[in-house]
Protein backbone atom coordinates (compact mmCIF):
# COMPACT_ATOMS: atom_id res chain seq x y z
CA UNK A 1 0.00 0.00 0.00
CA UNK A 2 1.44 3.73 -0.84
CA UNK A 3 1.28 5.60 1.77
CA UNK A 4 4.05 8.37 0.49
CA UNK A 5 4.30 10.08 -2.73
CA UNK A 6 7.28 12.07 -3.89
CA UNK A 7 6.64 14.91 -6.39
CA UNK A 8 9.47 16.05 -8.74
CA UNK A 9 9.16 19.78 -9.32
CA UNK A 10 10.43 21.49 -12.54
CA UNK A 11 8.80 19.55 -15.31
CA UNK A 12 6.33 17.39 -12.94
CA UNK A 13 4.59 19.58 -10.73
CA UNK A 14 5.67 22.93 -12.77
CA UNK A 15 5.50 22.23 -16.38
CA UNK A 16 8.41 24.02 -17.86
CA UNK A 17 10.50 25.20 -20.75
CA UNK A 18 13.88 24.06 -19.52
CA UNK A 19 16.24 25.90 -21.25
CA UNK A 20 13.98 29.67 -21.33
CA UNK A 21 13.55 28.96 -17.91
CA UNK A 22 17.57 28.98 -17.02
CA UNK A 23 17.76 31.93 -19.56
CA UNK A 24 15.10 33.93 -18.04
CA UNK A 25 16.47 33.22 -14.65
CA UNK A 26 19.96 34.39 -15.08
CA UNK A 27 19.00 37.59 -16.70
CA UNK A 28 17.20 38.41 -14.20
CA UNK A 29 19.24 37.32 -11.03
CA UNK A 30 21.89 39.34 -12.84
CA UNK A 31 19.91 42.67 -13.24
CA UNK A 32 19.29 42.24 -9.49
CA UNK A 33 22.60 41.30 -8.06
CA UNK A 34 25.40 42.65 -10.35
CA UNK A 35 24.49 46.00 -8.82
CA UNK A 36 26.07 44.89 -5.25
CA UNK A 37 29.34 44.81 -7.13
CA UNK A 38 29.79 41.26 -9.22
CA UNK A 39 30.08 41.18 -12.90
CA UNK A 40 27.63 39.69 -14.54
CA UNK A 41 29.29 37.31 -16.58
CA UNK A 42 31.35 36.23 -13.36
CA UNK A 43 28.00 36.01 -10.83
CA UNK A 44 26.48 33.19 -13.71
CA UNK A 45 29.85 31.61 -13.56
CA UNK A 46 29.74 31.65 -10.01
CA UNK A 47 26.12 29.96 -9.81
CA UNK A 48 27.13 27.39 -12.32
CA UNK A 49 30.57 26.86 -10.48
CA UNK A 50 28.32 26.14 -7.03
CA UNK A 51 25.28 24.01 -8.86
CA UNK A 52 28.25 21.63 -9.94
CA UNK A 53 29.63 21.75 -6.28
CA UNK A 54 25.93 20.82 -4.81
CA UNK A 55 25.42 17.83 -7.38
CA UNK A 56 28.35 16.08 -6.31
CA UNK A 57 28.15 17.41 -2.76
CA UNK A 58 29.64 13.92 -0.77
CA UNK A 59 27.16 14.39 2.41
CA UNK A 60 30.41 16.33 4.42
CA UNK A 61 27.82 19.75 4.48
CA UNK A 62 24.85 20.79 3.49
CA UNK A 63 24.22 21.95 0.15
CA UNK A 64 24.09 25.50 1.19
CA UNK A 65 27.51 25.65 2.83
CA UNK A 66 28.51 23.68 -0.70
CA UNK A 67 27.35 26.35 -2.70
CA UNK A 68 28.55 29.39 -0.57
CA UNK A 69 32.28 28.13 -0.03
CA UNK A 70 32.15 27.83 -3.86
CA UNK A 71 30.82 31.76 -4.11
CA UNK A 72 33.24 32.51 -1.48
CA UNK A 73 36.67 31.38 -3.23
CA UNK A 74 35.69 33.01 -6.46
CA UNK A 75 34.17 36.55 -4.59
CA UNK A 76 35.42 36.93 -1.08
CA UNK A 77 33.97 36.50 2.29
CA UNK A 78 31.79 39.60 1.42
CA UNK A 79 29.34 36.75 -0.47
CA UNK A 80 27.64 36.04 2.95
CA UNK A 81 27.08 39.27 3.58
CA UNK A 82 24.93 38.82 0.28
CA UNK A 83 23.15 36.01 0.72
CA UNK A 84 19.80 38.08 2.25
CA UNK A 85 19.73 40.00 -1.38
CA UNK A 86 19.59 36.56 -3.30
CA UNK A 87 16.84 35.45 -1.04
CA UNK A 88 14.75 38.91 -1.58
CA UNK A 89 15.62 38.19 -4.98
CA UNK A 90 13.81 34.70 -5.34
CA UNK A 91 10.45 36.58 -3.51
CA UNK A 92 10.72 39.64 -6.03
CA UNK A 93 12.54 39.64 -9.57
CA UNK A 94 12.61 35.95 -9.53
CA UNK A 95 9.05 36.12 -11.22
CA UNK A 96 10.59 37.09 -14.38
CA UNK A 97 11.19 33.23 -14.60
CA UNK A 98 7.66 32.20 -14.57
CA UNK A 99 7.37 32.77 -18.34
CA UNK A 100 9.17 29.60 -19.03
CA UNK A 101 6.22 27.71 -16.81
CA UNK A 102 3.06 26.76 -17.27
CA UNK A 103 0.50 25.62 -14.53
CA UNK A 104 -1.49 22.48 -14.80
CA UNK A 105 -4.95 22.97 -13.07
CA UNK A 106 -4.84 19.13 -12.67
CA UNK A 107 -1.90 19.22 -10.66
CA UNK A 108 -3.38 20.85 -7.76
CA UNK A 109 -6.64 18.79 -7.68
CA UNK A 110 -4.38 15.38 -7.49
CA UNK A 111 -2.42 16.98 -4.39
CA UNK A 112 -5.91 18.22 -2.75
CA UNK A 113 -7.32 14.61 -3.49
CA UNK A 114 -4.14 13.18 -2.30
CA UNK A 115 -3.77 14.79 1.05
CA UNK A 116 -7.58 14.17 1.69
CA UNK A 117 -7.07 10.49 1.88
CA UNK A 118 -4.09 10.77 4.06
CA UNK A 119 -1.46 10.17 2.12
CA UNK A 120 1.87 12.12 3.09
CA UNK A 121 3.19 14.56 0.18
CA UNK A 122 6.76 15.59 -0.23
CA UNK A 123 8.39 18.27 -2.90
CA UNK A 124 11.46 15.72 -3.94
CA UNK A 125 12.67 18.46 -6.03
CA UNK A 126 16.52 18.75 -6.60
CA UNK A 127 17.81 20.61 -3.78
CA UNK A 128 19.47 23.28 -5.55
CA UNK A 129 17.64 25.88 -4.77
CA UNK A 130 17.02 27.42 -1.23
CA UNK A 131 13.62 27.34 0.74
CA UNK A 132 11.98 30.37 -0.39
CA UNK A 133 13.09 29.56 -4.06
CA UNK A 134 11.28 26.20 -4.06
CA UNK A 135 7.93 27.98 -2.21
CA UNK A 136 7.78 30.62 -5.00
CA UNK A 137 7.77 27.74 -7.59
CA UNK A 138 5.51 25.94 -5.96
CA UNK A 139 3.27 28.87 -5.42
CA UNK A 140 3.30 29.54 -9.48
CA UNK A 141 2.03 25.57 -10.32
CA UNK A 142 -0.45 26.52 -7.82
CA UNK A 143 -0.04 24.62 -5.18
CA UNK A 144 0.45 25.61 -1.08
CA UNK A 145 3.44 24.66 0.34
CA UNK A 146 1.61 23.79 3.59
CA UNK A 147 0.08 21.38 1.83
CA UNK A 148 3.46 19.03 1.74
CA UNK A 149 5.33 16.81 4.74
CA UNK A 150 8.21 17.81 3.23
CA UNK A 151 10.21 20.36 0.89
CA UNK A 152 14.11 19.17 -0.60
CA UNK A 153 15.96 22.70 -0.61
CA UNK A 154 19.32 23.08 -0.33
CA UNK A 155 19.62 24.48 3.08
CA UNK A 156 18.19 20.95 4.49
CA UNK A 157 19.73 18.54 1.74
CA UNK A 158 23.56 17.18 1.36
CA UNK A 159 22.97 14.96 -1.59
CA UNK A 160 21.57 15.68 -5.29
CA UNK A 161 20.17 13.57 -8.26
CA UNK A 162 20.61 11.46 -9.54
CA UNK A 163 22.76 10.00 -6.27
CA UNK A 164 20.28 7.51 -4.27
CA UNK A 165 21.23 8.92 -1.51
CA UNK A 166 19.23 12.31 -1.90
CA UNK A 167 16.89 10.00 -1.69
CA UNK A 168 17.69 7.92 1.45
CA UNK A 169 18.35 11.26 2.81
CA UNK A 170 14.74 11.74 2.53
CA UNK A 171 13.76 8.50 3.15
CA UNK A 172 15.49 8.20 6.68
CA UNK A 173 14.80 12.04 7.66
CA UNK A 174 10.99 11.00 7.49
CA UNK A 175 11.11 7.52 8.38
CA UNK A 176 9.85 6.26 4.87
CA UNK A 177 9.06 2.36 4.13
CA UNK A 178 10.39 2.63 -0.08
CA UNK A 179 8.05 -0.12 -0.19
CA UNK A 180 5.27 2.30 0.60
CA UNK A 181 6.81 5.10 -1.86
CA UNK A 182 5.77 6.09 -5.13
CA UNK A 183 8.11 8.73 -6.79
CA UNK A 184 6.82 11.15 -9.54
CA UNK A 185 9.23 12.79 -11.99
CA UNK A 186 9.23 13.38 -15.20
CA UNK A 187 13.46 12.71 -15.85
CA UNK A 188 14.17 9.19 -16.28
CA UNK A 189 17.95 9.55 -15.02
CA UNK A 190 16.98 11.86 -12.17
CA UNK A 191 13.85 10.37 -10.87
CA UNK A 192 13.08 6.70 -11.82
CA UNK A 193 16.50 5.98 -10.07
CA UNK A 194 14.41 5.56 -7.18
CA UNK A 195 13.52 2.31 -8.16
CA UNK A 196 16.67 1.27 -7.02
CA UNK A 197 15.61 1.71 -3.25
CA UNK A 198 12.54 -0.19 -3.28
CA UNK A 199 10.07 2.40 -4.75
CA UNK A 200 7.16 2.45 -6.86
CA UNK A 201 8.06 5.03 -9.95
CA UNK A 202 5.97 6.81 -12.19
CA UNK A 203 7.32 8.64 -15.15
CA UNK A 204 5.32 12.12 -16.14
CA UNK A 205 5.92 12.31 -19.96
CA UNK A 206 4.52 16.17 -20.31
CA UNK A 207 7.78 17.35 -20.26
CA UNK A 208 10.03 14.48 -20.49
CA UNK A 209 13.63 14.21 -19.94
CA UNK A 210 15.20 11.52 -21.45
CA UNK A 211 18.64 12.18 -22.55
CA UNK A 212 19.72 8.29 -22.86
CA UNK A 213 16.57 7.62 -24.73
CA UNK A 214 16.23 4.73 -22.59
CA UNK A 215 12.93 2.65 -23.00
CA UNK A 216 10.53 4.34 -21.13
CA UNK A 217 7.72 1.65 -21.46
CA UNK A 218 10.00 -0.18 -18.62
CA UNK A 219 8.00 1.99 -16.32
CA UNK A 220 4.58 3.11 -15.45
CA UNK A 221 4.04 6.70 -17.25
CA UNK A 222 2.05 9.41 -19.20
CA UNK A 223 -0.01 12.13 -18.04
CA UNK A 224 -1.86 13.57 -14.68
CA UNK A 225 -5.15 11.43 -15.55
CA UNK A 226 -2.75 8.42 -15.95
CA UNK A 227 -0.75 9.05 -12.89
CA UNK A 228 -4.43 9.36 -11.18
CA UNK A 229 -5.14 6.27 -12.28
CA UNK A 230 -2.18 4.47 -11.35
CA UNK A 231 -2.57 6.05 -7.91
CA UNK A 232 -6.18 4.65 -7.69
CA UNK A 233 -4.43 1.48 -8.01
CA UNK A 234 -1.98 1.38 -5.47
CA UNK A 235 -4.51 2.54 -2.66
CA UNK A 236 -6.91 0.42 -3.73
CA UNK A 237 -9.70 3.41 -4.43
Known sequence: MIKTVLFDMDGTLLPMNTEKFVKLYFKSLANRIAPLGYEPNELIDGVWQGTGAMIKNDGRATNEEVFWKVFEGKFGDRVYNDIVKFDEYYRTDFIAAK???????????????????????????????????????????????????????????????????????????????????????????????????GMKVFLVTDCLLNPDNKDVSAYHHGNFDDLEQYLNELTGL
Open 99 to 197: EACGCNPKVAQLVSNLKQRGLRLVVATNPLFPLVAQQTRLAWAGLNPDDFDYISHYENSRFCKPNLKYYEEILAKLDLNPAECLMVGNDVNEDMIAELL
